[in-house]
């Protein structure tokens, strides 16, 4: 009589680890889900000290800005191509 009952819990066991298993290695908070969230925090990561480098560098901009008139002449002349009234530019074509 013992048997059967045995045989029931026995078959009960492996359905629940199965079903364990299933959330495990499938089901949601599976450890495949985890290693994919580990991977996003890591490129976000990245991103995020591409992103504090770059407004260090333009806060340090700004500061140049703020301090002194070079910096803007110099920016002037680069990137707009002026030049100072009385300041004759010369450009050598090749």
Do not use: C
Not at 6 to 25: C, D, E, K, N, P
Not at 34 to 52: F, H, M, P, T, Y
């Amino acid at each position: 009589m013992t048997r059967p009952n045995t045989y029931w819990l026995f078959v009960v066991l492996i359905l629940m680890l199965a079903g364990l298993q299933y959330r495990l290695w499938v089901g949601d908070g599976s450890l495949a889900q985890v290693k994919d969230l580990q991977g996003q925090i890591a490129d976000q990561k990245g991103e995020n000290e591409r992103l504090l480098e770059r407004n260090r560098i333009l806060e340090a901009e700004v500061l140049e800005l703020k301090k002194g008139m070079e910096t803007v002449e110099e920016r002037a002349r680069h990137e707009l191509g002026m030049v100072k009234e009385g300041e004759t530019l010369y450009q050598i074509a090749e």
